[in-house]
């Protein structure tokens, strides 16, 4: 049995969830001014960084200040795409940091589509950060996996065509109703956890290349010049 609220309850409610949902938009307007500060290097009077700064101005660790500056960012995306229609209000923009964080892994174009895609299937019409990093790690899967492949049977190409597999030599002519089939014969495996990783990891890394100043550009050249060394080592011990 629905237990309605009376119409004082309902008027608190809405302006409760008011604040609530400004509160969760102000990432916006701190990530917007955590890059002005950045970009436009006003730290530097007190700071020879901006991480020190903000470290010590606002007790921001590094990985939390461009997470918030990366969500900024995205959102900043989208306002701009001919594909979010802000006026008909047929595609929101996210309403919280968390919605918005996964699509900072993509490109901006990429960011503006996925997102489309997110809000189309979002269950129920609620677009939840959980719903979001699903069809983000959709994406990022799909441009990962070649499109190519060798056919067992006689060692030619092999092509995805639709849902199924067929190998482009004509003496052949090999077909697979579906990519499972085609993959159970091959002697192939379903791509894991660990290649979606790898694809994260791929796009985290030039994230964080980007970010580093020159100094630390160095720094980190040097360490990836030993971490290689070291395994290189070890596979060959």
């Known amino acids: 049995m629905t237990d309605y609220l009376t119409t004082s309850e309902a008027t608190r409610l809405a302006e409760l969830e008011t604040v609530i949902e400004r509160g969760l938009q102000t990432f916006i307007e701190v990530g917007s001014a955590l890059m002005e500060i950045r970009n436009s290097r006003l730290y530097r009077q007190t700071h020879a960084t901006f991480e020190e700064y903000c470290q010590e101005r606002w007790?921001?660790?590094?990985?939390?200040?461009?997470?918030?500056?990366?969500?900024?960012?995205?959102?900043?995306?989208?306002?701009?795409?001919?594909?979010?229609?802000?006026s008909s209000g047929a595609i929101p923009l996210p309403i919280n940091e968390a919605q918005a964080?996964?699509?900072?892994?993509?490109?901006?174009?990429?960011?503006r589509q996925v997102w489309q895609?997110?809000?189309?299937?979002?269950?129920?019409?609620?677009?939840?950060?959980?719903?979001?990093?699903?069809?983000?790690?959709?994406?990022?899967?799909?441009q990962a996996e070649p499109d190519s492949f060798t056919c067992p049977r006689c060692g030619h190409r092999a092509v995805q065509l639709n849902e199924g597999v067929i190998c482009l030599n004509d003496a052949c002519q090999a077909s697979w109703?579906?990519?499972?089939?085609?993959?159970?014969?091959a002697g192939l495996a379903?791509?894991?956890?660990?290649?979606?990783?790898?694809?994260?990891?791929?796009t985290e890394l030039i994230k964080l290349i980007n970010?580093?100043?020159?100094?630390?550009?160095?720094?980190?050249?040097?360490?990836?010049?030993?971490?290689k060394e070291k395994l290189a080592a070890e596979v060959h011990s």
Not at 101 to 111: E, H, I, N
Not at 211 to 227: G, M, R, T, V, Y
């Open 177 to 185: 109703a579906s990519r499972a089939e085609f993959e159970a014969e």
């Open 190 to 202: 379903y791509r894991d956890e660990t290649e979606l990783l790898r694809t994260h990891l791929k």
């Open 101 to 111: 964080r996964p699509l900072a892994r993509l490109g901006v174009d990429v960011q």
């Open 117 to 142: 895609k997110a809000v189309e299937t979002a269950p129920q019409g609620r677009i939840t950060a959980r719903h979001v990093e699903t069809i983000v790690r959709e994406f990022e899967s799909a």
């Open 211 to 227: 970010q580093l100043s020159p100094e630390q550009l160095k720094a980190f050249a040097a360490w990836l010049a030993e971490a």
């Open 59 to 86: 007790d921001l660790r590094k990985s939390r200040t461009y997470q918030l500056m990366d969500a900024a960012e995205v959102v900043e995306n989208l306002k701009s795409s001919t594909i979010v229609d802000l």
